[in-house]
């Protein structure tokens, strides 16, 4: 009996051992709702830009832990899993990644620590080369530390099943390391504060410049950290400059120019909804040849509210390719249409230009292929920006222009657009930017429907009737 009453102690000082260890107490009580929406997050390339001390590493060193000990509690586990953890440096790797990994993972997990220097006896005073982690599985997992420094030569060979950036590598190591996640199709994850400004993170990542469909990021803040006290969060920021703050506190990228529209951010981006139709409004369109012709169609509500809800963007195309397109996404819509079965569209003046090549132009062409376009728009740069501005925020009250999620050109054109010289931005992928500008430009005020009596009613359906309507 005393025998078995040893055994049970025993097992309730390691349960009460496992409790109070730091992955088991990991967002338990206080939680870090960024940190967690990363961590449910399937996508393949999935990045966290925040601030110094806003939790970020520690979404990187528990993501590695997890998916090495196989129990990762919303991704589909293996045994034997092969990753790498990427630090710039060998003593940034020491100071950083490697501290947190030891601290979270559990030493009754590790198999072996193979050291670059110093003692296995005390690996978080020397640099790690690589862990052998206890697979709960039964087979054993492979964390390997790596360090930019050592340049892309050294990043080849391997087959992982993921790769963790610790702060941001440079272009040629990431693209080395997405073709080591390949034949597994593993992943790779990023935990970085963008101190180095609109570097190729910004275009690939932020700015998802490929459209991939695997890219998903988040920006944490000091205020995201519970752990954190509002007093010191508010003490620190008084002893740094506008810019630092950006990158130092909010995890958010800076450059010398700043965004036209800094007021845009997650609560203007909605997920697509059945929008009644007689919400629908317009389409505009900025003309493109070799550059992208950008179409939206924009609905708006009786509050004023503006949602621009489907896109069509896309280069090296005709103006009858164009028309099409622009059809087909009506149709799918059930968009409004002229007495004569046109679709109306508000287009850059530039459109009623001919050129040497053509005897027609690209406002006739699109007539022609039932798109009739209306060039006298707005195209005051100063007035229109100030319009979208009031949209994305207004002084009082919540946001009036929203975004569908699809809409993904459009979004990525206002994380990019940028102030340049004399007060005007920069004339660089910007064609849904200036579509949305005629569109917000010449937006009038939009009155409540009036009730129509039931005679009403009836004589304007005879009247589509006799015009051969049957609507």
Not at 89 to 98: G, M, N, P
Not at 373 to 393: D, E, H, P, R
Not at 403 to 415: Q, Y
Not at 425 to 449: G, S, T
Request: proline share 4%.
């Amino acid at each position: 009996m005393k025998e078995i009453l040893k055994q049970i102690k025993k097992i309730e000082r390691e349960q009460l051992r496992r409790q109070r260890s730091p992955l088991a107490r990991y967002n338990k009580g206080k939680v870090h709702l960024k940190q967690m929406s990363f961590h449910k997050c399937l996508k393949r390339n999935r990045w966290v830009f925040g601030g110094n001390r806003s939790g970020k590493t520690e979404c990187g060193a528990v993501e590695t832990v997890w998916l090495a000990r196989g129990n990762h509690p919303f991704r589909r586990n293996k045994p034997n899993i092969s990753c790498w953890v990427v630090s710039l440096s060998q003593a940034v790797q020491r100071e950083v990644a490697q501290q947190k990994i030891l601290y979270y993972l559990d030493p009754l997990w590790i198999d072996d620590v193979v050291m670059l220097t110093g003692s296995k006896g005390s690996p978080a005073n020397g640099v790690i080369d690589y862990i052998l982690v206890k697979n709960v599985f039964g087979g054993t997992s492979k964390i390997a530390f790596k360090s930019c420094e050592a340049g892309r030569e050294k990043f080849q060979g391997a087959s992982l099943d993921f790769v963790w950036f610790d702060e941001e590598p440079p272009k040629d190591v990431y693209d080395e390391c997405k073709m080591r996640v390949l034949d597994r199709q593993g992943h790779i994850f990023g935990t970085m504060t963008p101190l180095k400004g609109l570097s190729w993170v910004y275009d690939e990542i932020y700015l998802n410049s490929h459209n991939s469909k695997e890219v998903w990021c988040v920006f944490m803040e000091w205020a995201d950290n519970p752990y954190l006290a509002v007093d010191e969060i508010n003490e620190m920021s008084k002893s740094m400059s506008a810019d630092m703050l950006q990158s130092r506190r909010f995890g958010k990228f800076t450059c010398g120019q700043g965004l036209v529209y800094s007021e845009f951010g997650e609560a203007n981006v909605i997920e697509p909804f059945d929008v009644p139709y007689d919400w629908q409004d317009a389409l505009s369109i900025d003309p493109g040849l070799s550059n992208p012709l950008s179409c939206h169609w924009y609905a708006r509500d009786y509050d004023g509210n503006v949602y621009v809800v489907a896109e069509h963007y896309e280069a090296d195309k005709t103006v009858a390719y164009h028309a099409e397109k622009i059809r087909q996404i009506s149709n799918s819509l059930n968009w409004k249409r002229t007495k004569c079965g046109n679709i109306e569209a508000l287009c850059d003046s530039a459109a009623n230009q001919r050129t040497l090549n053509g005897q027609k132009s690209v406002a006739e062409l699109f007539a022609e292929n039932g798109i009739s376009v209306n060039t006298c728009v707005n195209k005051s740069v100063y007035s229109g920006i100030n319009k979208v501005k009031a949209l994305l925020k207004p002084l009082n009250g919540n946001p009036k222009l929203f975004v569908f999620a699809n809409c993904v050109n459009m979004i990525r054109e206002f994380k990019g657009y940028l102030w340049g010289a004399n007060d005007s931005p920069v004339k660089r992928d910007d064609h849904a930017m200036d579509e949305l500008r005629y569109y917000c430009a010449n937006l009038a005020e939009r009155k409540q429907p009036v009730q129509k009596t039931w005679v009403q009613l009836d004589k304007e359906r005879l009247s589509r009737k006799l015009r051969g309507y049957n609507l």
